[in-house]
């Protein structure tokens, strides 16, 4: 079975294009997601987290997220210290998951497989590529947030074109190229990988 990554910068449309997979029938794993329920339920993350940003991480055992935004937001050693603490449960979470499929190929949707160094255990990397001022609007548009915040969000991802130089593969959603043909074709292309015959 073939190991595929998805990503791009912040707004490319990476879950949009995963979700086309999706309906073909092919697993995806958000990694996004799964970061915020692994964070929710696996108990030993939960310490880990509260020994390291206090007791007011959780209240009533749910996460406070507001608080934990508000402590990572602007410092860097903080955020540094969240992502030690959360990127290796779930790498291990999606390797595991990754482990009981069994459709020909299964994908990973994450913004940071080069930045956490899981791009490693993957056959291939797509890249989604969308121009910056679509991805702005987008993200400001889905959280309702200003621009100047989607621009400090963006500043804290590696460029998008040295992501998409790692990337194998390019999907381009700029609202004028159609996603779904490039995705077909995609998909026709690992399924013969896995079935040559």
Partial sequence: MLKIGITGGIGSGKS???KVFETLGIPVYYADA???RLMTENEELKQALTEAFGPETYINGQLNRTFLSARVFNNEAALKQLNALVHPVVIKDGTDWMGRQTSPYAIKEAALFFETGSAAGLDFVIGVSAPEAVRIGRVMNRDGISRSEVLA???KQIK??????LCDFIITN???EMVIPQVLGLHQHFLQKTNPF
Avoid: D, H, S, W
């Fill in 160 to 165: 998008e074109e040295i992501k998409l130089r």
């Fill in 34 to 36: 799964a970061a915020k």
């Fill in 16 to 18: 949009t294009v995963a």
């Fill in 153 to 155: 969000r963006m500043q």
């Fill in 174 to 176: 700029n609202e004028q």
